[in-house]
């Protein structure tokens, strides 16, 4: 027997769940409400390039989300270089979470064919103050807890290190314990005149971060920063031939972007293989690592990239070279 009930809260109850009975709106009504949409994004400067700005892919007409919204990274990609900003105020202070999601973006960025170079800086004054200390003290103690902790920072470095394009480190400001970890895990380094690197772990009852520190300094220095918390200044680390550049604040970014460009036009697929190979290498013997890399020429001269620049370079011309 039909329900007689057509009104009331009665009839609520009995309307079927997750169905509105409000009419649907128009045609016109939802052609208004795009335009005032597109006239809101227009106003906010939505319009841009194709491209990934904070976890959200743009199209060039608007944006779809991606798969990753990060909570304490801001990631940007133009113009096939990719910018990621460490963003966790106020000093970027890492957490297991932040090691998760940096490990996480930089893998992505490793199988993104639209991006080329990587620029890996930090949000305000600061590049990264290293561990959250306050937020390590106040972790309930659990079974495995503090490996797993250890072995998030570790693969967080690695996977800047594994990345498959050149990550490039614009050091905004002081970039302690494990942020000089992210730093050493870069493949080249540019600073700003604020720029800090230092190992201040045994003021806190902590260790680690002197095997990244002997990638960028000496015997003596790495243990007088490690035994006493001293920290070098970008005028510094240009001095001794750290960085390859210290620049005012103001230039930072244009200088790190001026490197990426450079990389971007080049071939990916023998820029991917020359950062795998310097990789590989770095703790073989001569003999053994001269001979990866001639294996890693003969590799790469077998690609169409490598056949493509032989020949733009006979005829004179801009070579085009593919995805990688």
């Given at each position: ?36 949409s597109g006239r809101a ?101 659990s079974l495995g807890g ?179």
């Amino acid at each position: 027997m039909p329900c007689a009930v057509k009104s009331g809260p009665m009839a609520r109850r009995l309307a079927p769940m997750g169905r509105s009975h409000r009419p649907l709106p128009s045609a016109a009504v939802l052609r208004e409400a795009r335009a005032r949409s597109g006239r809101a994004d227009r106003r906010r400067g939505v319009d841009r390039p194709p491209g990934v700005y904070n976890g959200r892919r743009h199209t060039g007409k608007g944006y779809v989300m991606d798969e990753t919204a990060y909570q304490s990274l801001r990631l940007s990609i133009a113009d096939q270089i990719a910018t990621v900003t460490l963003d966790r105020p106020p000093v970027n202070a890492q957490t297991r979470a932040t090691q998760d999601e940096i490990a996480l973006c930089f893998d992505r960025l490793s199988d993104m064919p639209e991006v080329r170079a990587v620029i890996l800086t930090g949000a305000g004054r600061v590049f990264s103050a290293g561990a959250d200390i306050k937020a390590r003290v106040g972790a309930a103690p659990s079974l495995g807890g503090d490996r797993q902790h250890l072995r998030s920072a570790r693969e967080s470095y690695h996977a800047i290190m594994e990345c498959r394009k050149p990550v490039i480190a614009a050091i905004n400001g002081p970039a302690l314990g494990a942020g000089l970890a992210l730093v050493a895990s870069c493949d080249i380094l540019v600073a700003a005149e604020e720029a800090e690197l230092g190992l201040p772990e045994v003021t806190v009852g902590l260790m680690g971060g002197c095997r990244h520190a002997m990638r960028l300094f000496g015997h003596s220095t790495v243990r007088r920063m490690m035994f006493t918390g001293e920290r070098l200044r970008g005028p510094e680390l240009y001095r001794r031939g750290v960085v390859e550049e210290c620049v005012p604040q103001a230039g930072l970014m244009a200088a790190a972007a001026a490197i990426a460009a450079r990389i971007a036009g080049l071939s990916p697929t023998a820029v991917q293989l020359a950062k795998h190979s310097i990789n590989t290498i770095e703790t073989m013997s001569l003999r053994d690592g001269y001979r990866f890399e001639q294996d890693m020429t003969m590799q790469l001269s077998k690609t169409p990239d490598a056949i493509e620049a032989k020949r733009a370079f006979l005829e004179k011309r801009k070579p085009v070279f593919g995805d990688g």
